[in-house]
């Protein structure tokens, strides 16, 4: 089976620009959450999706932004990119309504913002 | 204000060398504690998850508890692959956020 996958990998914006990162989850989860991974704050909750519905929403600015799609793929936005945005942006999905209870995380996409 | 606080921050075994993380937690209520193991340009990987005072769960090598303020996570006898960074989060019952303590990183000398 294959795992959360997340696209793309890599990315290196400038201030002020928007970016959007994709997550596909694993096949047959209707759960998906964004977190942000930075060293300074550790990861962070963003929001989550559950059947297309964002049912969970972490402390972020409204630049941050997302959507689940029929087939559980999600994305998310971030507009107006500021330096402090710079961060592992990590997906996870799972089966379950709970989604903390056994969530798999995807391998993140590193975002680097000048 | 709810908080999750993760200590040490760091830690050097030797291999074999037992010993435990602590995870503790003030939140306005608890819906589950988890615990994760996170390698080096990777995302976390689930471990466990404890809902109530008093439960235990054992995966291999480790061990996790839980109180009514904090969670430890005992590792027996570590061998070099259990290095790696272990981040602690709670969900709250009130709003079902998600909180992470900033993890601890392991390291097991051969």
């Known amino acids: 089976k294959a795992g959360v996958t997340q696209t793309p990998r890599y990315l290196i914006k400038t201030r002020g620009q928007q970016v959007t990162l994709s997550c596909s989850p694993i096949?047959?989860?209707?759960?998906v959450s964004w977190y942000q991974q930075t060293p300074g704050q550790g990861l962070q909750f963003l929001f989550e999706?559950?059947?297309?519905?964002?049912?969970n929403k972490g402390n972020f600015p409204g630049r941050f932004s997302g959507r689940q799609f029929s087939n559980s793929r999600s994305e998310m936005n971030v507009s107006t990119l500021e330096l402090g945005d710079s961060a592992l942006y990590l997906c996870?999905?799972?089966?379950?309504?709970?989604?903390?209870?056994?969530?798999?995380f995807g391998p993140g996409t590193r975002l680097t913002v000048l | 204000e709810d908080q999750v606080t993760q200590s040490p921050e760091a830690l050097r075994l030797q291999e074999g060398e037992s010993s435990s993380l602590n995870c503790s937690y003030t939140?306005?209520?608890?819906?589950?504690l988890f615990w994760y193991r996170q390698d080096p340009g990777k995302g976390p990987e689930f471990l466990f998850t404890?809902?109530?005072a008093g439960e235990e769960k054992e995966k291999e090598r480790l061990k996790a508890t839980l109180t009514k303020k904090e969670s430890f996570l005992h590792i027996t006898a570590p061998k070099p692959e259990d290095s790696a960074t272990y981040l602690c989060a709670v969900q709250i019952a009130r709003d079902d956020k998600i909180i992470f303590g900033k993890g601890t990183r392991l390291h097991i000398l051969p």
């Open positions: 939140v306005s209520g608890l819906r589950g």
């Open positions: 996870a999905s799972s089966p379950l309504a709970n989604p903390t209870d056994t969530q798999y």
């Open positions: 999706y559950f059947s297309e519905t964002q049912r």
């Open positions: 096949s047959g989860h209707r759960s």
């Open positions: 404890l809902y109530s």
